[in-house]
Protein backbone atom coordinates (compact mmCIF):
# COMPACT_ATOMS: atom_id res chain seq x y z
CA UNK A 1 0.00 0.00 0.00
CA UNK A 2 1.40 3.24 -0.98
CA UNK A 3 0.26 6.19 1.20
CA UNK A 4 0.92 10.22 0.37
CA UNK A 5 0.36 12.96 2.23
CA UNK A 6 0.08 16.58 1.42
CA UNK A 7 -0.05 19.52 3.40
CA UNK A 8 -1.41 22.82 2.30
CA UNK A 9 -2.71 26.01 3.62
CA UNK A 10 -5.93 25.49 0.70
CA UNK A 11 -7.19 22.27 2.38
CA UNK A 12 -9.36 23.58 5.44
CA UNK A 13 -10.59 20.14 6.39
CA UNK A 14 -8.95 16.76 5.91
CA UNK A 15 -9.71 14.57 2.83
CA UNK A 16 -9.11 11.21 2.02
CA UNK A 17 -9.15 9.58 -1.14
CA UNK A 18 -8.70 5.51 -1.57
CA UNK A 19 -7.55 4.44 -5.51
CA UNK A 20 -7.68 0.66 -6.10
CA UNK A 21 -8.30 -1.84 -8.25
CA UNK A 22 -10.51 -3.99 -6.10
CA UNK A 23 -12.52 -3.81 -3.29
CA UNK A 24 -10.27 -6.03 -1.17
CA UNK A 25 -10.88 -7.23 2.85
CA UNK A 26 -7.69 -4.17 3.32
CA UNK A 27 -9.86 -1.75 1.56
CA UNK A 28 -12.71 -2.74 3.94
CA UNK A 29 -11.11 -2.72 6.88
CA UNK A 30 -8.86 0.47 5.95
CA UNK A 31 -12.43 2.24 5.29
CA UNK A 32 -13.59 0.97 8.49
CA UNK A 33 -11.20 2.36 10.53
CA UNK A 34 -10.90 5.84 8.96
CA UNK A 35 -15.29 5.67 9.21
CA UNK A 36 -14.89 4.73 13.13
CA UNK A 37 -14.86 7.35 15.55
CA UNK A 38 -11.83 7.84 17.68
CA UNK A 39 -12.95 6.21 21.14
CA UNK A 40 -10.43 6.04 23.93
CA UNK A 41 -12.67 5.43 27.06
CA UNK A 42 -16.18 4.12 27.82
CA UNK A 43 -18.26 4.77 30.87
CA UNK A 44 -18.46 1.46 32.97
CA UNK A 45 -20.65 1.28 36.45
CA UNK A 46 -20.36 -0.70 39.50
CA UNK A 47 -22.12 -0.37 42.67
CA UNK A 48 -20.00 2.64 44.39
CA UNK A 49 -18.67 4.43 40.87
CA UNK A 50 -18.94 5.22 37.57
CA UNK A 51 -15.37 4.55 36.20
CA UNK A 52 -13.45 6.11 32.91
CA UNK A 53 -12.57 2.51 31.47
CA UNK A 54 -9.54 2.95 28.72
CA UNK A 55 -10.55 0.82 25.71
CA UNK A 56 -6.61 -1.03 25.99
CA UNK A 57 -7.67 -1.91 29.93
CA UNK A 58 -11.03 -3.55 28.77
CA UNK A 59 -10.18 -7.62 27.78
CA UNK A 60 -13.76 -8.39 27.05
CA UNK A 61 -17.02 -6.96 26.72
CA UNK A 62 -20.07 -9.75 27.14
CA UNK A 63 -23.69 -9.90 28.35
CA UNK A 64 -24.71 -12.29 31.04
CA UNK A 65 -28.26 -12.33 32.14
CA UNK A 66 -29.61 -9.83 29.53
CA UNK A 67 -27.02 -7.04 30.98
CA UNK A 68 -23.38 -5.91 29.10
CA UNK A 69 -20.29 -5.96 31.08
CA UNK A 70 -16.54 -4.88 30.73
CA UNK A 71 -13.72 -7.11 31.91
CA UNK A 72 -10.53 -5.71 32.58
CA UNK A 73 -7.78 -6.78 34.55
CA UNK A 74 -8.85 -6.11 37.99
CA UNK A 75 -12.64 -5.81 37.88
CA UNK A 76 -15.80 -5.85 36.07
CA UNK A 77 -18.31 -2.93 35.17
CA UNK A 78 -21.93 -2.48 33.73
CA UNK A 79 -22.36 -0.82 30.39
CA UNK A 80 -25.61 1.09 30.18
CA UNK A 81 -25.27 0.24 26.33
CA UNK A 82 -26.42 -2.77 24.52
CA UNK A 83 -23.81 -4.85 22.58
CA UNK A 84 -24.55 -4.36 19.32
CA UNK A 85 -24.02 -0.49 20.17
CA UNK A 86 -20.89 -1.33 21.23
CA UNK A 87 -20.08 -3.74 18.47
CA UNK A 88 -20.38 -0.84 15.96
CA UNK A 89 -18.63 2.09 18.33
CA UNK A 90 -15.73 -0.49 19.22
CA UNK A 91 -15.30 -2.76 15.39
CA UNK A 92 -11.57 -0.96 14.77
CA UNK A 93 -10.70 -2.94 18.17
CA UNK A 94 -12.77 -5.29 19.10
CA UNK A 95 -14.20 -8.69 17.58
CA UNK A 96 -17.30 -10.27 17.97
CA UNK A 97 -16.47 -14.15 18.61
CA UNK A 98 -19.51 -15.54 19.72
CA UNK A 99 -23.42 -14.27 19.97
CA UNK A 100 -22.54 -12.72 23.82
CA UNK A 101 -19.08 -12.12 23.54
CA UNK A 102 -16.99 -9.32 22.31
CA UNK A 103 -12.59 -9.25 22.74
CA UNK A 104 -10.40 -6.52 22.14
CA UNK A 105 -8.05 -7.41 19.49
CA UNK A 106 -4.73 -6.29 21.40
CA UNK A 107 -5.30 -9.04 23.64
CA UNK A 108 -5.42 -11.97 21.98
CA UNK A 109 -2.38 -14.31 22.73
CA UNK A 110 -3.53 -17.50 20.98
CA UNK A 111 -6.13 -19.39 19.32
CA UNK A 112 -6.21 -22.75 20.41
CA UNK A 113 -7.41 -25.41 17.94
CA UNK A 114 -9.61 -28.18 19.95
CA UNK A 115 -9.39 -31.38 17.66
CA UNK A 116 -13.14 -32.57 18.87
CA UNK A 117 -14.25 -29.19 20.66
CA UNK A 118 -14.73 -25.96 18.86
CA UNK A 119 -11.84 -23.42 18.57
CA UNK A 120 -11.12 -20.51 21.75
CA UNK A 121 -8.88 -17.22 21.95
CA UNK A 122 -6.32 -17.42 25.00
CA UNK A 123 -6.30 -13.81 25.74
CA UNK A 124 -2.85 -12.43 27.63
CA UNK A 125 -5.15 -12.53 30.99
CA UNK A 126 -5.31 -16.33 30.22
CA UNK A 127 -9.12 -16.14 29.88
CA UNK A 128 -9.74 -18.05 27.29
CA UNK A 129 -13.16 -17.58 25.23
CA UNK A 130 -15.07 -19.42 22.78
CA UNK A 131 -15.13 -18.76 19.33
CA UNK A 132 -18.52 -19.35 17.66
CA UNK A 133 -17.66 -20.91 14.06
CA UNK A 134 -20.19 -18.64 12.59
CA UNK A 135 -18.23 -15.66 14.15
CA UNK A 136 -14.66 -17.32 13.08
CA UNK A 137 -14.12 -16.19 9.49
CA UNK A 138 -14.61 -12.64 10.79
CA UNK A 139 -11.75 -12.97 13.40
CA UNK A 140 -9.45 -14.59 11.17
CA UNK A 141 -10.09 -11.23 8.84
CA UNK A 142 -9.51 -9.43 11.65
CA UNK A 143 -6.32 -10.70 12.78
CA UNK A 144 -5.33 -10.86 9.08
CA UNK A 145 -4.57 -14.24 9.06
CA UNK A 146 -4.19 -16.82 6.01
CA UNK A 147 -4.55 -15.72 2.34
CA UNK A 148 -6.08 -12.28 1.21
CA UNK A 149 -9.59 -13.33 -0.75
CA UNK A 150 -9.04 -10.27 -2.78
Not at 7 to 35: C, G, P, R, S, W
Not at 82 to 106: M, P, Q, R
Not at 118 to 128: G, I, K, W
Amino acid sequence: MKVQLTVHEQYKEIEVHVFTDAYTNEVEQLMKTLKSPKISMIDGYNATEIRMLKLEDIFTIYVEDGKVYFQTAEEEFESKRKLYELEALFEASFVKVNKSTLVNLSKIVSIQMGIVSTPQLLLDNETTIHISRKYFKLLKEKLMMGRENG
